[in-house]
């Protein structure tokens, strides 16, 4: 699903990242890669952003697109990213290993930022329980996640709940059903993205995430007002 890491990026450079590296899979790119709608994406494969330090210096977004071919990565983006948004392919794949929960765990020992947006069958693979579960006490599940792995939890729905360690769960307002599509959330994880890029992460880093979701859903709410029931596609949101 190579069009989910580009609904990411292009998010994350139309909402604030002076800079956005997308790093695809395979090993080899050609040299004349480029994304037409948004040519300011520079184009890397993970080995050069690796070398360049990149995940180091910069806020990382991980897990949009990529299936099980993003489990070898896994590893080294939660080891070298200083700050990381993970989402959907790779939440799925730290759910199925142990040693890849120790590692995004050992983050919040070394005062590293990690934000996670599972939806409900994610987080209920996490937690090891049933989305039955989660759906039946929210904002208990957020705030669980968010305990258990020392992380931001954005457990994404109908009033998406924002947790993290020390801080009351919150509750986001904004949004509707016009969210509802896919891609939507592709383009959340590259909003989160920017906005701990711009923030430095650490302690502004809880609040970057609450203004993101918010403002995620009031462009939705906008189309709504303005459209009515036409539908919403991803790439809309990043316009």
């Known amino acids: 699903m190579g069009g989910a890491a580009l609904l990411a990026a292009r998010a994350a450079i139309r909402t604030g990242a002076g800079r956005v590296f997308l790093s695809l899979l395979e090993e080899h790119l050609p040299e004349s890669i480029f994304d037409p709608q948004q040519p ?6 993970l080995g050069a952003a690796k070398r360049d330090s990149l995940m180091r210096r910069g806020a990382v977004v991980c897990g949009c697109g990529g299936g099980e071919a993003l489990v070898p990565a896994l590893p080294t983006v939660l080891a070298d990213a200083q700050t990381l948004v993970l989402d959907a392919d790779a939440l799925n794949a730290v759910a199925a290993d142990a ?6 765990t050992e983050r919040h020992t070394s005062n590293r930022t990690t934000v996670i947006t599972p939806h409900p069958l994610e987080a209920a693979r996490l937690l090891g329980c049933s989305t039955q579960q989660v ?9 669980e996640l968010s305990q258990r792995f020392g992380v931001i939890c954005v457990l994404k729905g109908s009033g998406t709940v924002i947790s993290a360690p020390g801080e009351r769960p919150a509750i986001n307002a904004s ?4 969210l ?8 959340l994880a590259g909003m989160l993205g920017a906005a701990l890029a711009i923030s430095g992460g650490g302690t502004s880093a809880h609040s970057a995430t609450l203004n993101s979701v918010f403002e995620h859903g009031r462009l939705a709410d906008e189309w709504v007002q303005a459209h009515g029931n036409r539908p919403l596609t991803a790439d809309w949101l990043t316009r």
Do not use: I, K, P, Y
């Not at 040693?99 to 995004?104: A, C, I, K, V």
């Not at 006490?137 to 957020?142: I, L, V």
């Not at 509802?180 to 383009?187: M, P, Q, R």
């Open 175 to 178: 949004g509707n059903a016009a």
């Open 40 to 45: 300011e994406l520079m184009f890397r494969t």
């Open 180 to 187: 509802a599509t896919a891609g939507t959330g592709d383009v």
């Open 99 to 104: 040693r890849l929960q120790m590692g995004l």
């Open 135 to 143: 759906m039946s006490d929210r904002t208990h599940a957020a705030t």
